[in-house]
């Protein structure tokens, strides 16, 4: 089975300073990977998605992630973030013949202090 | 162009009643998949339909049920709540090939009590 895991709950950082949101991910078979971002009370933004080919990706709102299969990691980052950027995080997974099936993480809070 | 709506915003039942969350989906969109986010956790997958046809289904009781209409918009339907049920329910819609492509709604916030 498949499963996702972040590995930190909350990640507290001031203004301007970068971050990095972690995801491990555990599946047999191949994956397309995702970031989304929540921000209170609405639903679910797509960051940026990996499908193939360059490991580097670049999304929304200046995140980036770095696909690592010999880690299973999907870690997100900005080099610098904003008070904007306060909201909640989530990886997910979809398996290539399950596209409608995305198998999410529970979620990491980013918190940006001034 | 309109984005993935959900109605109601809110509402609130009791244990043991029924109730029924109404989906539509972006326009071209035949697939859609419901989600439940319990607070303080990441969605769940409950079921994706596309074509009017239910594709994928994910962990959860068989007081869950969904159907898709001609129009590709959905219903989600619970039976029997229970507290547990209180959650943020979550409709995306995507499509073909691409069904991984989700576009979420702003969701369902269900109490019940």
């Known amino acids: 089975a498949q499963s996702v895991t972040q590995l930190d709950s909350q990640v507290p950082v001031f203004e301007e300073a970068p971050v990095e949101l972690r995801c491990n991910y555990s599946?047999?078979?191949?994956?397309?990977l995702f970031w989304y971002v929540q921000y209170p009370n609405q639903g679910l933004q797509l960051l940026l998605k990996?499908?193939?080919?360059?490991?580097l990706v670049k999304g929304i709102n200046g995140f980036e992630a770095e696909f690592n299969k010999s880690q299973t990691s999907f870690h997100l980052r900005k080099p610098s973030v904003h008070i904007s950027d306060t909201a909640e995080y989530f990886c997910?997974?979809?398996?290539?013949?399950?596209?409608?099936?995305?198998?999410f993480g529970q979620g990491t809070e980013l918190s940006v202090k001034p | 162009d309109a984005g993935v709506t959900q109605s109601p915003t809110h509402l609130i039942k009791t244990r043991g009643q029924q109730v029924t969350l109404r989906c539509s989906p972006i326009?071209?969109?035949?697939?859609v998949s419901w989600y439940q986010q319990v607070l303080g956790q990441g969605p769940q997958f409950i079921f994706q339909?596309?074509?009017?046809?239910?594709?994928g289904r994910g962990n959860f009781p068989d007081r869950f049920s969904a159907r898709q209409f001609p129009n590709y918009s959905s219903e989600l339907n619970v039976n029997a709540l229970l507290l547990g049920d209180s959650a943020l329910y979550l409709c995306?819609?995507?499509?073909?090939?691409?069904?991984?492509?989700?576009?979420f709604g702003p969701g369902t916030r269900l109490t019940v009590t």
């Open positions: 995306a819609s995507s499509g073909s090939p691409r069904f991984y492509e989700q576009y």
């Open positions: 599946s047999s078979v191949s994956v397309y």
């Open positions: 990996y499908l193939s080919g360059s490991t």
């Open positions: 997910a997974v979809s398996l290539y013949n399950q596209g409608g099936k995305l198998i």
């Open positions: 326009s071209g969109h035949k697939s």
């Open positions: 339909y596309y074509e009017k046809e239910e594709r």
